[in-house]
């Protein structure tokens, strides 16, 4: 050290003493502020990240109990590799700027039709539904990432658009989602058509479609659903599970089987529940799909309401957040990234946890980063890390 800086020092109270002991503090606090760590976790939405994460471990506990009797480990560790393969994912798209995502997002379009083609003629069925590729022991179903790819690409077509959308710029947009739709609908999965639909419902409103747009759009909606109907475009079974949950008391031993299975473990749980592992219903295997559609009954049986309202909250954090994101972004692309994000995630949940407890149709929509399966929680959190990245840029730029 100097010997002037020394003789300061030796007198800390002087103003000269205690500048230079904040200039060594200050110069410590840059140096760990340009930590290559540090920088890249700058601006990251710990809330929206962190409730992610604590419901894809949640999810990692309820499917090892509802499977632990027959399976013993086998649905643990495969969930465990899902979610921690999934949180990268959502960490590798967080840290791209985003706004990469608008010069390719026709080519991510593309690779997602081509996908959804290509399992029709390569990809594995099975109870009359093709619906994935098999990599070893990995099945990735490209249906669900099909509203990412729709997400994209009409935000991309959007956000090139000025001022308010016109009616052949909204015909451009249902050309745009009615192709992966419609492919999605062939396998069949009509769960994730109805998603598909409602993404790209938000997405019109927040690119500022006409009202009567919208209106004219809903009523031809109504009119294909019961033209399908009538045209026997939808199988008796989807219909059925359409409508069962409208006369819930009957066919409990063959239409409503699943659902009252459900909403029986759902209300054993009570306030507290029974505890983790010793829920009969969801433990013994009496729920049907309990590791998938149905987890949610896992939850409701062995967490209770308590549990029951903390999952949620946690989903109601990542919607916060995701809303905030979309009204703070500052270009449209992200806001319309985070528009069809929000209805996206929103629409899994609410459908999802509607169809256990018996307000909504069976549709067979998984529980965001609950249920098991590797393509969903891929595509769930790559979802938020979308959105974090839009957040984290609009922070990085103040």
């Known amino acids: 050290m100097h010997p002037a800086a020394r003789r300061r020092l030796r007198n800390p109270l002087s103003f000269a003493g205690v500048a230079t002991l904040l200039s060594g503090h200050e110069s410590a606090v840059g140096r760990r502020a340009r930590h290559p760590v540090l920088v890249l976790l700058r601006h990251v939405d710990l809330a929206l990240i962190g409730s992610a994460v604590a419901l894809g471990l949640i999810g990692v506990v309820m499917v090892y109990s509802a499977s632990r009797e027959e399976y013993g480990h086998y649905y643990l560790t495969r969930q465990l590799v899902w979610v921690?393969?999934?949180?990268?994912?959502?960490?590798?798209v967080m840290f791209i700027d985003y706004r990469r995502f608008r010069q390719v997002g026709y080519i991510i379009y593309g690779l997602v039709v081509a996908s959804l083609l290509g399992v029709f003629v390569i990809g594995h069925s099975?109870?009359?539904?093709?619906?994935?590729?098999?990599?070893?022991?990995l099945?990735?179903?490209?249906?669900?990432?099909?509203?990412i790819g729709l997400i994209i690409a009409l935000a991309t077509y959007s956000s090139r658009r000025k001022g308010v959308l016109e009616f052949r710029e909204m015909i451009a947009i249902l050309v745009l989602a009615g192709v992966p739709m419609v492919l999605v609908y062939r396998q069949p999965d009509l769960g994730t058509t109805i998603i598909l639909?409602?993404?790209?419902?938000?997405?019109?409103?927040?690119?500022?479609?006409?009202?009567?747009?919208?209106?004219?759009?809903?009523?031809m909606v109504v009119?294909?659903?019961?033209?399908?109907?009538?045209?026997?475009?939808?199988?008796?079974?989807?219909?059925q599970r359409l409508t069962s949950f409208l006369h819930?008391?009957?066919?409990?031993?063959?239409?409503?089987?699943?659902?009252?299975?459900?909403?029986?473990?759902?209300?054993?749980?009570?306030?507290?529940?029974?505890?983790?592992?010793?829920?009969?219903?969801?433990?013994l295997g009496y729920v049907p799909n309990q590791l998938t559609d149905f987890i949610f009954s896992a939850v409701g049986e062995?967490?209770?309401?308590?549990?029951?309202?903390?999952?949620?909250?946690l989903f109601g954090i990542i919607g916060l957040r995701t809303l905030r994101a979309a009204q703070t972004a500052r270009d449209s692309f992200g806001r319309m990234v985070c528009a069809g994000a929000l209805a996206f995630l929103a629409f899994s949940v609410f459908e999802n946890i509607g169809m256990t407890i018996g307000i909504t149709p069976i549709t067979g929509i998984p529980l965001p980063f609950i249920s098991y399966g590797g393509s969903a929680s891929?595509?769930?959190?790559?979802?938020?890390?979308?959105?974090?990245?839009?957040?984290?840029?609009?922070?990085?730029?103040?």
């Open 197 to 219: 639909g409602v993404t790209l419902t938000a997405m019109l409103v927040a690119a500022g479609v006409r009202v009567r747009y919208l209106l004219l759009l809903a009523v």
């Open 84 to 92: 921690a393969l999934g949180i990268v994912i959502m960490f590798v």
């Open 378 to 398: 891929f595509a769930f959190f790559a979802t938020v890390g979308l959105v974090a990245n839009v957040e984290r840029r609009r922070a990085g730029r103040k």
């Open 126 to 137: 099975a109870e009359g539904a093709e619906r994935w590729y098999q990599f070893g022991p």
């Open 248 to 283: 819930q008391g009957q066919d409990t031993q063959s239409a409503n089987y699943d659902l009252s299975q459900s909403t029986g473990a759902i209300a054993s749980g009570r306030f507290w529940g029974t505890g983790v592992f010793k829920g009969t219903a969801t433990n």
């Open 139 to 147: 099945q990735l179903q490209p249906s669900e990432f099909a509203a």
């Open 223 to 239: 009119g294909g659903f019961f033209l399908a109907i009538h045209l026997h475009l939808l199988k008796q079974y989807q219909l």
């Open 302 to 313: 062995q967490l209770g309401f308590v549990g029951s309202a903390v999952v949620i909250g």
